[in-house]
């Protein structure tokens, strides 16, 4: 088995060779049968990122956890870790094989272009390859030494790995932000400097916002892989290993998610300053559906979290004390989301644009108050993480006040938020988003606030009730996985986003897309192909997990 | 365990459904790459128009001006015609404004001839057509 798809892998990769070196093409295009072109490359390169975020979560994932057992002295974090560790030489394998049917797809399907970026960015080709090869060489090392190496060596090793996958995922951005944002090139489309080239406008954003992505996407896989074993654990010693580690990705998948909204105003911000005209097009013109379904998925990720969060609150003891601010949460994010899902501008092309507003929503379409809304979806999300840390405890006397400062930090969270909401429907633009991008900045010191009083209100407080893993309803871990699935999906939805903001040009105003494929689908096409590449890519690693017998390890006893 | 794979398959299926029909249940609107528009030296200043307004909305012009008097992101075009002349608005249109991209620089990314249309457009906002081809110096 594992000889064939070696096999398999030196054709694809001499076949890659082959078309890699093959004299310069004179037809820009070839079609692919059936599907046409686009969507092969479409799907091949989706599924390949998503699959290339997976192989960087995991790492960051592991190494967390490792440290985590180590400092706490706690077998199971090791355990979990190493379970997790395991994925990686399969979940490569198939990373590097979709890389490859991708580079050979795109450059037979695409020859004019591929060609065109290959020339750009030819020296960081080579350097990509060779962080590549250093990244799997270490991963090994890194996976065959876990019990030989010293703890300690072990972790930094981790380390080491994780800062290779990270630099081959900055240079995989440096090519896909240039084509958004191109820089450092003439007009007509000839390299003046590779190094303007790299650090265009959106390379950074990309580069953050992605890590920060993946970070949450192994956060929900965990928990998700953990809801699944967990349906099916049949001892209570089971249940509770994999309720716990569904609690824990769920917190890690969840609290990295918060922080995506404000990356990706910076991102926006940057488009907006590289070129206004795609910014507005991409925020609120042809493509403002994408944003549409995007607050779907993340209402969708938010109260599926929440839920679970609620529940757990359900059978824990002490929790009956804060059950009752539950309703209030709930409609608050449903409000939240109503809000920022009302879309701005429902033209169907850029010749119906007009006005720039909907015509039932109007203004109620623009940008900022869905600010405010989703600065009050993050913070039901925030008071249910607080209520439920809170419920395990008995508060201390005497301390009364930091609740008090907790309470009027949060009301004048809401308070500015619906301010900022009332007032950006009257007044114009440019005052409208200064005030939104101040109570979008305003979150970070008020999140830090609420959980600095939390932890001194809570510091050395006693347990009322120890959380019980495993007692949880399983609904519950429906939700989990409802959470993941919509993870994924939102992330090939704003793939698609990204690309599609460059309508018509391969290279934003410097390569046009003259293809018979150059236009965008509707919207309905996209989410069926998002939809289908998402259930390939669960497929997948559902059959990975299977393959590498994660699956059917037992928890209980001591070596497996 | 076989149960719980069924399960989890049942999940993702009615979550994936659920965004496809969501997707397809809002109105359906592709999205075509704009077609470069054949212009002629035999058009008349009018003739010209018409095909300026169809390269101003194929141009995305809208989404920051108006022309029925409103004001959008930028200044309202529904006399501007009346009040700027040929090498005024050539002028706008080949070095951009602002946040406003040149018209012959992307996205917009027309020719010389199409913002000869284009200008003779403007021109009928609020006036009449003059401009033929060859009129419109580009700088």
Same mark, same amino acid.
Not at chain 1, 19 to 26: A, D, I, R, S, T
Not at chain 1, 317 to 324: F, L, N, V
Not at chain 1, 364 to 372: D, E, R, V
Not at chain 2, 21 to 34: C, D, R, T, V
């Given at each position: 088995?594992?000889?064939?798809?070696?096999?398999?892998?030196?054709?694809?990769?001499?076949?890659?060779?082959?078309?890699?070196?093959?004299?310069?093409?004179?037809?820009?295009?070839?079609?692919?049968?059936?599907?046409?072109?686009?969507?092969?490359?479409?799907?091949?390169?989706?599924? $390949?990122?998503?699959?290339?975020?997976?192989?960087?979560? %995991?790492? %960051?994932? &592991?190494?967390?956890?490792?440290?985590?057992?180590?400092?706490?002295?706690?077998?199971?974090?090791?355990?979990?870790?190493?379970?997790?560790?395991?994925?990686?030489?399969? &979940?490569?394998?198939?990373?590097?094989?979709?890389?490859?049917?991708?580079?050979?797809?795109?450059?037979?399907?695409?020859?004019?272009?591929?060609?065109?970026?290959?020339?750009?960015?030819?020296?960081?080709?080579?350097?990509?390859?060779?962080?590549?090869?250093?990244?799997? %060489?270490?991963?090994?090392? #890194?996976?065959?030494?876990?019990?030989?190496?010293?703890?300690?060596?072990?972790?930094?090793?981790?380390?080491?790995?994780?800062?290779?996958?990270?630099?081959?995922?900055?240079?995989?951005?440096?090519?896909?932000?240039?084509?958004?944002?191109?820089?450092?090139?003439?007009?007509?489309?000839?390299?003046?400097?590779?190094?303007?080239?790299?650090?265009?406008?959106?390379?950074?954003?990309?580069?953050?916002?992605?890590?920060?992505?993946?970070?949450?996407?192994?956060?929900?896989?965990?928990?998700?892989?953990?809801? /699944?074993?967990?349906?099916?654990?049949?001892?209570?010693?089971?249940?509770?290993?994999?309720?716990?580690?569904?609690?824990?990705?769920?917190?890690?998948?969840?609290?990295?998610?918060?922080?995506?909204?404000?990356?990706?105003?910076?991102?926006?911000?940057?488009?907006?300053?590289?070129?206004?005209?795609?910014?507005?097009?991409?925020?609120?013109?042809?493509?403002?559906?994408?944003?549409?379904?995007?607050?779907? *998925? =993340?209402?969708?990720?938010?109260? @599926?979290?929440?839920?679970?969060?609620?529940?757990?609150?359900?059978?824990?003891?002490?929790?009956?004390?804060?059950?009752?601010?539950?309703?209030?949460?709930?409609?608050?994010?449903?409000?939240?989301?109503?809000? #920022?899902?009302?879309?701005?501008?429902?033209?169907?092309?850029?010749?119906?644009?007009?006005? +720039?507003?909907?015509?039932?929503?109007?203004?109620? @379409?623009?940008?900022?108050?869905?600010?405010?809304?989703?600065?009050?979806?993050?913070?039901? *999300?925030?008071?249910?993480?607080?209520?439920?840390?809170?419920?395990?405890?008995?508060?201390?006397?005497?301390?009364?006040?930091?609740?008090?400062?907790?309470?009027?930090?949060?009301?004048?969270?809401?308070?500015?938020?619906?301010?900022?909401?009332?007032?950006?429907?009257?007044?114009?633009?440019?005052?409208?988003?200064?005030?939104?991008?101040?109570?979008?900045?305003?979150?970070?010191?008020?999140?830090? $606030?609420?959980?600095?009083?939390?932890?001194?209100?809570?510091?050395?407080?006693?347990?009322?009730?120890?959380?019980? #893993?495993?007692? *949880?309803?399983?609904?519950?871990?429906? @939700?989990?996985?409802?959470?993941?699935?919509?993870?994924?999906?939102? $992330?090939?939805?704003?793939?698609?986003?990204?690309?599609?903001?460059?309508?018509?040009?391969? *290279?934003?105003?410097?390569?046009?897309?003259?293809?018979?494929?150059?236009?965008?689908?509707?919207?309905?096409?996209?989410?069926?192909?998002?939809?289908?590449?998402?259930?390939?890519?669960?497929?997948?690693?559902?059959?990975?997990?299977?393959?590498?017998?994660?699956?059917?390890?037992?928890?209980?006893?001591?070596?497996? | 365990?076989?149960?719980?794979?069924?399960?989890?398959? =049942?999940?993702?299926?009615?979550?994936?459904?659920?965004?496809?029909?969501?997707?397809?249940?809002?109105?359906?609107?592709?999205?075509?790459?704009?077609?470069?528009?054949?212009?002629?030296?035999? $058009?008349?200043?009018?003739?010209?128009?018409?095909?300026?307004?169809?390269? /101003?909305?194929?141009?995305?012009?809208?989404?920051?001006?108006?022309?029925?008097?409103?004001?959008?992101?930028?200044?309202?075009?529904?006399?501007?015609?009346?009040?700027?002349?040929?090498?005024?608005?050539?002028?706008?249109?080949?070095?951009?404004?602002?946040?406003? &991209?040149?018209?012959?620089?992307?996205?917009?990314?027309?020719?010389?001839?199409?913002?000869?249309?284009?200008?003779?457009?403007?021109?009928?906002? +609020? @006036?009449?057509?003059?401009?033929?081809?060859?009129?419109?110096?580009?700088?």
């Amino acid at each position: 088995m594992k000889k064939a798809i070696g096999y398999f892998i030196v054709v694809v990769l001499v076949a890659a060779a082959y078309f890699l070196g093959k004299e310069p093409v004179v037809e820009a295009y070839r079609e692919f049968p059936l599907i046409g072109a686009r969507n092969v490359v479409w799907i091949l390169a989706q599924l $390949m990122l998503l699959f290339a975020a997976f192989i960087l979560a %995991v790492p %960051v994932f &592991a190494v967390i956890i490792e440290a985590i057992g180590y400092f706490k002295r706690d077998e199971r974090y090791d355990r979990l870790a190493r379970d997790f560790a395991s994925l990686l030489p399969l &979940a490569y394998l198939v990373t590097a094989l979709l890389g490859a049917l991708f580079s050979v797809m795109s450059f037979s399907l695409y020859p004019k272009f591929m060609g065109y970026m290959a020339g750009i960015f030819r020296p960081t080709i080579y350097i990509f390859f060779g962080l590549v090869f250093l990244e799997t %060489v270490t991963l090994y090392i #890194w996976y065959y030494t876990w019990d030989l190496l010293k703890k300690r060596n072990h972790l930094l090793l981790g380390i080491v790995l994780n800062v290779l996958g990270t630099l081959v995922m900055f240079v995989g951005n440096a090519w896909t932000s240039f084509k958004t944002s191109p820089a450092g090139v003439e007009v007509s489309g000839n390299l003046l400097s590779l190094s303007s080239a790299i650090f265009n406008y959106t390379f950074w954003p990309l580069n953050l916002h992605r890590f920060v992505a993946n970070v949450s996407f192994g956060g929900f896989i965990c928990a998700a892989y953990a809801a /699944y074993r967990f349906l099916s654990a049949r001892t209570p010693e089971e249940k509770a290993h994999y309720d716990w580690m569904g609690y824990n990705g769920t917190l890690i998948g969840v609290v990295t998610t918060i922080l995506l909204p404000f990356i990706g105003y910076w991102f926006g911000i940057e488009m907006y300053k590289f070129n206004e005209q795609m910014g507005i097009t991409f925020m609120g013109g042809a493509l403002s559906k994408i944003w549409l379904l995007q607050a779907l *998925v =993340i209402a969708v990720i938010f109260i @599926g979290t929440c839920y679970y969060f609620w529940l757990r609150m359900d059978r824990l003891p002490g929790a009956e004390r804060y059950r009752k601010y539950i309703p209030y949460l709930s409609w608050a994010l449903i409000i939240a989301f109503a809000v #920022w899902s009302a879309p701005r501008a429902w033209v169907s092309s850029l010749e119906e644009m007009g006005r +720039g507003l909907h015509p039932i929503y109007g203004k109620l @379409g623009i940008m900022a108050p869905k600010i405010a809304a989703v600065n009050i979806a993050v913070l039901c *999300v925030i008071l249910t993480f607080i209520l439920n840390r809170r419920a395990e405890r008995q508060v201390p006397p005497g301390r009364k006040i930091y609740t008090y400062l907790q309470w009027s930090v949060i009301l004048l969270v809401v308070l500015l938020n619906v301010a900022a909401l009332y007032y950006s429907y009257i007044v114009p633009s440019a005052t409208r988003i200064r005030i939104s991008i101040a109570t979008f900045l305003f979150m970070v010191p008020a999140i830090g $606030m609420i959980y600095l009083m939390d932890g001194l209100l809570l510091r050395g407080s006693e347990r009322v009730g120890e959380m019980q #893993w495993g007692n *949880v309803p399983p609904r519950s871990q429906y @939700g989990l996985i409802a959470v993941a699935v919509s993870n994924v999906w939102a $992330m090939a939805l704003l793939g698609y986003g990204r690309a599609a903001a460059r309508l018509n040009w391969h *290279v934003y105003g410097v390569m046009e897309d003259t293809s018979r494929h150059a236009g965008l689908p509707a919207m309905g096409e996209a989410t069926l192909i998002i939809s289908f590449l998402t259930l390939v890519f669960i497929g997948l690693v559902s059959l990975i997990f299977y393959m590498t017998g994660v699956t059917g390890r037992e928890v209980t006893g001591g070596e497996r | 365990m076989k149960g719980s794979g069924l399960r989890l398959i =049942i999940v993702a299926l009615i979550v994936t459904g659920l965004y496809a029909w969501f997707g397809n249940a809002i109105p359906q609107s592709p999205w075509e790459a704009p077609k470069r528009k054949v212009i002629t030296a035999e $058009m008349t200043p009018r003739e010209l128009a018409r095909e300026g307004a169809a390269i /101003y909305k194929k141009s995305g012009c809208g989404v920051c001006h108006s022309v029925v008097g409103e004001r959008l992101r930028a200044s309202d075009l529904s006399r501007i015609g009346a009040e700027r002349n040929v090498e005024d608005l050539a002028a706008v249109l080949y070095s951009g404004a602002d946040i406003m &991209a040149p018209a012959n620089k992307p996205p917009a990314n027309l020719t010389d001839e199409e913002i000869t249309a284009l200008i003779a457009y403007l021109q009928s906002l +609020g @006036g009449r057509p003059k401009v033929r081809l060859g009129d419109v110096k580009a700088p």
